[in-house]
């Protein structure tokens, strides 16, 4: 148990659809990131947010969006759904955005499958 | 850019053997590195940690990692496995000096089996 909650757990969407994750970070965690895991693959960085704002993205495009909020839980927007957007999404929670040895917590992760 | 290696996608062991999974870096400061073990329809879970403090770290599970900075490992090993260690594991970097905290890179996994 990482404290960090997903939902919803599994989804289908129809290509060209729009899809909404969502993430409660673990109770303290002000920093909050996103990371995509195809099938085989590693998990690939998306974007994190710290207090409300987005700090920092990988090599995704703008159609992926997201939120912080107040209380520090996040959503991930993805728009225009493609075929190769299926996949794991999975956020990941830190206490602090400074230090990268800092531990972060990953929950279990949204399964994505777009049709 | 920061990057690891993960050698060999699948490994397999007997049970009471040595684990030994091997990740390579890619760095040109002085890396924080992670490792996460992936069980089944999972999300990822923190083995241990390499933040500079000891080149011997220990973590959950019986599992430690070494870091050679003259090799650029950052190896994963068990003495003995056991069953409930078949799993996916990865290893990740961490740029400290972008203040990325949350930014890290995965290797591509291995895949660990345990057989009796």
């Known amino acids: 148990e990482t404290g960090v909650t997903q939902s919803p757990t599994h989804l289908i969407k129809t290509r060209g659809q729009q899809v909404t994750l969502r993430c409660s970070s673990q109770?303290?965690?002000?920093?909050v990131s996103w990371y995509q895991q195809a099938l085989g693959q590693g998990p690939q960085f998306i974007f994190q947010y710290y207090r409300e704002e987005e700090n920092g993205r990988g090599n995704f495009p703008p159609r992926f969006s997201g939120l912080q909020f107040p209380n520090y839980s996040s959503e991930l927007n993805v728009n225009a759904l493609e075929l190769d957007d299926s996949a794991l999404y999975l956020c990941?929670?830190?206490?602090?955005?400074?230090?990268?040895?800092?531990?972060?917590?990953f929950g279990e992760g949204s399964w994505l499958t777009v049709v | 850019a920061q990057s690891v290696t993960q050698l060999g996608s699948h490994v397999s062991v007997s049970e009471g053997a040595l684990v030994l999974l091997r990740c390579n870096y890619s760095?040109?400061?002085?890396?924080?590195l992670f490792w996460y073990v992936q069980y089944p329809n999972q999300g990822l879970q923190l083995l241990l940690k390499y933040t500079s403090a000891a080149t011997l770290v220990k973590g959950i599970n019986g599992f430690e990692a070494e870091f050679k900075k003259s090799e650029t490992s950052f190896h994963l090993t068990k003495p003995s496995a056991h069953m409930s260690d078949a799993a996916e594991y990865f290893c990740a970097v961490s740029d400290p000096f972008t203040g990325g905290g949350n930014k890290l890179t995965f290797g591509t996994g291995t895949q660990l089996k345990v057989e009796l």
């Open positions: 990941a929670s830190s206490s602090t955005i400074t230090g990268a040895g800092n531990t972060i917590y």
């Open positions: 109770s303290g965690h002000n920093t």
């Open positions: 760095s040109s400061v002085p890396p924080y």
